[in-house]
Nanobody
Framework: QVQLVESGGGLVQAGGSLRLSCAAS????????MGWFRQAPGKEREFVAA????????GYADSVKGRFTISRDNAKNTMYLQMNSLKPEDTAVYYC?????????????????WGQGTQVAVSS
């Protein structure tokens, strides 16, 4: 089992940047593919970005492509989401997730472990 803790959320003006971190503990971090998801009030949780076990493959939702970058440091058991050019519609609770497999996936149901989430608010 793996435990996940997100950090780095906050309030930022439109056009600004934030860097989210997801610290993992438990079993070997590099055994898991990882992902970021977000959920805005009244909406379903949606895929944002994913990364395979080594960091060699990444995938993004169209809405964040070119603005967000996912990465991981297996030596530090940590995953990151660099968010640039933030927009008000990026406002949501952001969750990191891990799946027992090495390839990246985009479906919420394909992930086995979830963090508690970190709030990101973007003002216009």
């Amino acid at each position: 089992q793996v435990q996940l803790v997100e950090s780095g959320g906050g309030l930022v003006q439109a056009g600004g940047s934030l860097r989210l971190s997801c610290a993992a503990s438990g079993r070997t971090f590099s055994s898991y593919a990882m992902g970021w998801f977000r959920q805005a009030p009244g909406k379903e949780r949606e895929f944002v970005a994913a990364i395979n076990w080594s960091g060699g493959y990444t995938g993004y939702a169209d809405s964040v492509k070119g603005r967000f970058t996912i990465s991981r440091d297996n030596a530090k058991n940590t995953m990151y989401l660099q968010m640039n050019s933030l927009k008000p519609e990026d406002t949501a609770v952001y969750y990191c997730a891990a799946r027992g497999g090495t390839t990246l996936r985009v479906g919420v149901r394909e992930y086995d472990y979830w963090g508690q989430g970190t709030q990101v608010a973007v003002s216009s």
